[in-house]
């Protein structure tokens, strides 16, 4: 795939819709860890997406849950152990045995394993969780920008979520990475997907299966912006993704999306 940007990232949605693997093949393999991205990767998605969050010594790490309880073998929050200690947690026997080996990656491997020339440079969603802070002052934001420019990879990632203010400062820090907004039900649901994005000046805007329709669809589209839907695992869910015309559908599950929408459009 050739470098996105933000400009890029718009244009390869003309192909819709994109196909983007929701922390990585994670029906397949443990959430968020190397093995769900192998996966992704050979079932040709588009884009991965997956959760952001710091170690205690400020190292960007993949996680999803604020706590370490539920999707590994550790204990407690992830911002108290420093990226050495998260290391060391068996990130997944709690889906598997099989997968007992995997570790909490750090985002600087998944940038190296997605560049270009390793795994074909593949698209990257990076959705950093909305209660993020550093633990030395520096906002996490500025932070995040850095590890991208650093690693090269402005141009094939997107920056997403719940928290649109941290979007809107990643847009201010640098204006060519392609920023998406995740609809929060419960704080955004006076204003417009379009309103919501402006403010927060992102491209793309992003909901759940249960909250897009087709004025959600048309407002974003009249006013230039993209959608991304998460929430897809079935073939009827891709279906209707279809029918409504959404430029990406986020799933669980993308080799069930890519084969329904085959079928679709052999029918
Ligand atoms: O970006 C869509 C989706 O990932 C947002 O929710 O909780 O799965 O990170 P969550
Ligand atoms: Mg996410």
Known sequence: MAELGQKTLLRLTDEKPLIIAHRGFSDEAPENTMAAFHKAISAKVHMIEFDVRLSADNEFVIFHDRKLERTSEG????????AEELARI???SWFSSRFSRERIPLLRDVLTLTKHGTAGAIALNIEIKPDVESANGTPVEAMLVEVLVKARALHHVMITSFNHKMIKRVKHLNHEIATGIIYNPITNFRRSPS??????????????????NHDVVNDVHENGLKIFVYGISSERDTGRMLRLGVDGIISNNPALVKRAIEMYRNE
């Open 75 to 82: 204990k407690g929050l992830v911002k108290r152990l420093a």
């Open 90 to 92: 068996d990130n997944g």
């Open 195 to 212: 309103q919501l994005a402006a403010a927060a000046r992102a491209e793309f805007f992003i909901c759940s299966k249960y909250q897009v």
